[in-house]
């Protein structure tokens, strides 16, 4: 009787001994790096997005200091003023129907959005922003917000694979 460890172990060994075959080279040179911006309403997922144009536009912290900021996406924020504490809400960027400020706790970003940027050597990078999770509203809204994410990502996926069979 054949033990069955000695079994595995010789086809583990066999198999080690054979070179695996190599991954085929791709020649499609991708035009798109996509990123998906996921987390918590109010995390700072539309403000990074902010930040990273205003990065990519100002050669140094100074430049951008004295200059008008880049504003992609709407921002709003509460600042504390006066003795009192009193807040003020500060908002940055033209209004969009796709960010609701008004409601504090829920998510400001209603719809994922995609925000594309020339990035480095004809690359393009594509950021997506996305409704956050935990919205005040509740479990419903988030698995709404779960869905409108999942259907992003199909749509994206599905471009992607029509531009490589296009170039094949």
């Known amino acids: ?39 918590e309403s109010g995390v700072g997922k539309s403000t990074f997005i902010n930040a990273f144009a205003n990065y990519l536009t100002f050669s140094t912290l100074n430049q951008a200091q004295f200059n008008q900021p880049i504003v992609v996406i709407q921002v709003s924020f509460l600042m504390t003023v006066n003795d009192n504490f009193d807040e003020q809400l500060v908002k940055f960027g033209d209004t969009d129907s796709n960010e609701d400020h008004s409601n504090s706790g829920q998510s400001v970003t209603q719809q994922c959005k995609s925000y594309v940027f020339n990035f480095s050597r004809g690359k393009l990078l594509r950021i997506i922003d996305t409704s956050g999770f935990g919205d005040t509203r509740g479990d419903t809204q988030d698995e709404h917000n779960m869905e409108a994410i999942l259907i992003s990502l199909i749509l994206i996926a599905s471009a992607s694979y029509s531009s490589r069979m296009r170039a094949n």
């Open 1 to 39: 009787m054949i033990n069955k460890r000695e079994s595995y172990s010789k086809v583990i060994s066999n198999s080690a001994k054979q070179k695996a075959p190599s991954a085929p080279q791709s020649s499609i040179d991708y035009k798109y790096i996509s990123i998906l911006l996921v987390g």
